[in-house]
Nanobody, 113 residues
Framework: QVQLVESGGGLVQPGGSLRLSCAAS????????MSWYRQAPGEERELVAG????????TYADSAKGRFIVSRDNAKNMMYLQMNSLKPEDTAVYYC??????WGQGTQVTVSS
């Protein structure tokens, strides 16, 4: 049973920061490429960031580049997304993904004054 559990979302003002966490189990996390996606109301789910199995290579959506940092701790089966300089358009449910249809339940991020 693959499990992905996101946490760390909440309400934050524009310009603020949040750190999201993804706890993984049910597969060999240390050899897995992992990703963060988000989905805003009425929008399609989109890729935010990805990270290679060892953490040495990362990729970001243009909207996240320079503001977000994805990282992982393979000893703890954890992936993180540090989000800085948040904007209202970052408001969405953020999901952790392994591959295919392996998604967490998501964590809500709301950026509002």
């Amino acid at each position: 049973q693959v499990q992905l559990v996101e946490s760390g979302g909440g309400l934050v003002q524009p310009g603020g920061s949040l750190r999201l966490s993804c706890a993984a189990s049910g597969f060999t996390f240390s050899v897995a490429y992992m990703s963060w996606y988000r989905q805003a109301p009425g929008e399609e789910r989109e890729l935010v960031a990805g990270i290679s199995s060892g953490g040495g290579a990362t990729t970001y959506a243009d909207s996240a580049k320079g503001r977000f940092i994805v990282s992982r701790d393979n000893a703890k089966n954890m992936m993180y997304l540090q989000m800085n300089s948040l904007k209202p358009e970052d408001t969405a449910v953020y999901y952790c993904r392994w591959r295919g249809n392996s998604w967490g339940q998501g964590t809500q991020v709301t950026v509002s004054s």
